[in-house]
């Protein structure tokens, strides 16, 4: 059987085919070339198989060069002031994460650090190491293979696209309690995340482990369009190859190799179980504290959604109600289920189950916006007594929900769901 493919007549570089277990749904498919602005999906399930961009040497490290010199400025430029009866106050990027350190909230001030500037920096930095060297080298630079497995490990955690969405949320929200002001740091940091998004959406796992190669092993001829364990192979998760089932560790990535995540299902559900948990505190105790001329209020999630609402902010409470009160329990009930129904034995709908488990992997990291505008709000409003926010209990367990939901995503094996077929 073979991919669907969208074409694109003006290409220069091509993907060459090959055959590709899809990770999502475990058939085996074969791929046409590609040319550059093509992508083949999965006919059984719709994943996207593999996809060339256009320019795909020269984009990502001319976009991850501006992202990491942008990424510079906006830390060592004015990012954003307020000006309340007088009293005027400035922060920079860094102190985001560094005022939370200061206010004992250290395990959160490193959470916001790492995914709005650490782990995009690494990213960032790894991209433009490997591009670099496939094109002025001609050949991967070394330890090439090491490095595009620590880029994918690490590029789900990198938030830089929610960090931005929190950025202005604040901004709308600060608007009604002081004049603000923005300066050039946060003009840089605009440039840094859309820089930062450009060169992500370049990569493409195929294509660098084509420039790359390294040792696989030889595989018996295989049919396409059926099951791949079925016929002895498995797909590595780290590299896209093919590789025999009875595998311990792929030699090109060195990943280790599971036919099946182990224990999958007891894994998520212990996870879905630690975020209901989580999830209590993390709406019934206050995420923030307004200190205002020596009185203190307490806000919970909801409050905050609520008072948006009468402030008549109306985009922004449905924003902040879809991503911190909505999206959790969506996508902890989706999981649930997503589980429930392949320990069921269910056979049905098998490519909806699987669109569904793919919208909770890509939402779940959004959540995180309320706790990145908890940072900016404490970071920014300190006036002392006039005006101060110091951040709540409940952005500590917050974080921890949106965390560990998304390790339960990534724990769940959605080839379960494919495994048993209708009679
Ligand atoms: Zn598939
Ligand atoms: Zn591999």
């Given at each position: 059987?073979?991919?669907?493919?969208?074409?694109?007549?003006?290409?220069?570089?091509?993907?060459?085919?090959?055959?590709?277990?899809?990770?999502?749904?475990?058939?085996?498919?074969a791929v046409p070339a590609?040319?550059?602005?093509?992508?083949?999906?999965?006919?059984?399930?719709?994943?996207?198989?593999?996809?060339?961009?256009?320019?795909?040497?020269?984009?990502?490290?001319?976009?991850?060069?501006?992202?990491?010199?942008?990424?510079?400025?906006?830390?060592?430029?004015?990012?954003?002031?307020?000006?309340?009866?007088?009293?005027?106050?400035?922060?920079?990027?860094?102190?985001?994460?560094?005022?939370?350190?200061?206010?004992?909230?250290?395990?959160?001030?490193?959470?916001?650090?790492?995914?709005?500037?650490?782990?995009?920096?690494?990213?960032?930095?790894?991209?433009?190491?490997l591009y670099l060297g496939?094109?002025?080298?001609?050949?991967?630079?070394?330890?090439?293979?090491?490095?595009?497995?620590?880029?994918?490990?690490?590029?789900?955690?990198?938030?830089?696209?929610?960090?931005?969405?929190?950025?202005?949320?604040?901004?709308?929200?600060?608007?009604?309690?002081?004049?603000?002001?923005?300066?050039?740091?946060?003009?840089?940091?605009?440039?840094?995340?859309?820089?930062?998004?450009?060169?992500?959406?370049?990569?493409?796992?195929?294509?660098?482990?084509?420039?790359?190669?390294?040792?696989?092993?030889?595989?018996?001829?295989?049919?396409?369009?059926?099951?791949?364990?079925?016929?002895?192979?498995?797909?590595?998760?780290?590299?896209?190859?093919?590789?025999?089932?009875?595998?311990?560790?792929?030699?090109?990535?060195?990943?280790?190799?599971?036919?099946?995540?182990?224990?999958?299902?007891?894994?998520?559900?212990?996870?879905?179980?630690?975020?209901?948990?989580?999830?209590?505190?993390?709406?019934?105790?206050?995420?923030?504290?307004?200190?205002?001329?020596?009185?203190?209020?307490?806000?919970?999630?909801?409050?905050?959604?609520?008072?948006?609402?009468?402030?008549?902010?109306?985009?922004?409470?449905?924003?902040?109600?879809?991503?911190?009160?909505?999206?959790?329990?969506?996508?902890?009930?989706?999981?649930?289920?997503?589980?429930?129904?392949?320990?069921?034995?269910?056979?049905?709908?098998?490519?909806?189950?699987?669109?569904?488990?793919?919208?909770?992997?890509?939402?779940?990291?959004?959540?995180?916006?309320?706790?990145?505008?908890?940072?900016?709000?404490?970071?920014?409003?300190?006036?002392?007594?006039?005006?101060?926010?110091?951040?709540?209990?409940?952005?500590?367990?917050?974080?921890?929900?949106?965390?560990?939901?998304?390790?339960?995503?990534?724990?769940?094996?959605?080839?379960?769901?494919?495994?048993?077929?209708?009679?």
């Open positions: 059987m073979s991919s669907n493919t969208v074409t694109n007549p003006t290409a220069k570089e091509q993907l060459p085919a090959r055959e590709s277990v899809c990770h999502e749904c475990d058939l085996l498919v590609l040319q550059e602005g093509e992508q083949a999906l999965c006919p059984q399930c719709g994943n996207v198989l593999a996809h060339l961009p256009n320019n795909p040497r020269v984009g990502p490290p001319v976009f991850a060069l501006t992202s990491i010199i942008m990424l510079m400025c906006a830390n060592v430029l004015p990012f954003l002031a307020i000006n309340a009866q007088g009293m005027v106050n400035s922060m920079s990027l860094f102190e985001a994460a560094s005022v939370l350190f200061s206010e004992e909230y250290r395990v959160l001030s490193v959470l916001v650090f790492l995914c709005m500037q650490l782990l995009p920096l690494c990213c960032l930095g790894l991209v433009c190491y496939f094109r002025l080298r001609r050949r991967p630079p070394p330890l090439a293979a090491s490095a595009t497995r620590w880029l994918f490990l690490l590029l789900p955690w990198s938030m830089v696209e929610v960090f931005l969405v929190g950025v202005l949320i604040s901004l709308i929200k600060i608007a009604s309690l002081a004049q603000i002001s923005v300066g050039s740091g946060f003009w840089c940091f605009c440039v840094f995340s859309l820089s930062y998004l450009k060169s992500m959406l370049y990569l493409d796992k195929g294509w660098m482990w084509e420039q790359i190669r390294g040792p696989m092993p030889e595989i018996p001829l295989l049919l396409e369009g059926q099951n791949a364990l079925a016929q002895g192979v498995t797909h590595c998760h780290g590299c896209d190859g093919i590789l025999l089932a009875d595998a311990v560790r792929c030699p090109r990535c060195q990943s280790v190799v599971h036919t099946r995540i182990p224990h999958s299902i007891e894994y998520c559900v212990a996870l879905l179980i630690t975020s209901c948990i989580l999830y209590i505190p993390a709406n019934l105790l206050p995420i923030m504290v307004t200190e205002s001329l020596g009185t203190n209020i307490y806000s919970t999630i909801l409050a905050g959604v609520i008072l948006l609402w009468n402030m008549g902010s109306y985009p922004i409470a449905i924003v902040i109600f879809v991503a911190s009160v909505l999206v959790p329990i969506a996508k902890i009930l989706a999981l649930f289920w997503l589980c429930y129904t392949v320990r069921k034995g269910e056979v049905h709908h098998r490519r909806g189950r699987t669109r569904l488990y793919r919208l909770t992997e890509f939402v779940g990291r959004w959540s995180m916006v309320d706790v990145f505008v908890v940072a900016i709000l404490v970071a920014l409003i300190r006036m002392g007594k006039l005006m101060s926010i110091y951040p709540g209990a409940a952005a500590m367990a917050f974080a921890g929900v949106v965390v560990v939901t998304m390790i339960a995503a990534m724990l769940f094996d959605p080839r379960l769901i494919w495994d048993r077929r209708p009679r």
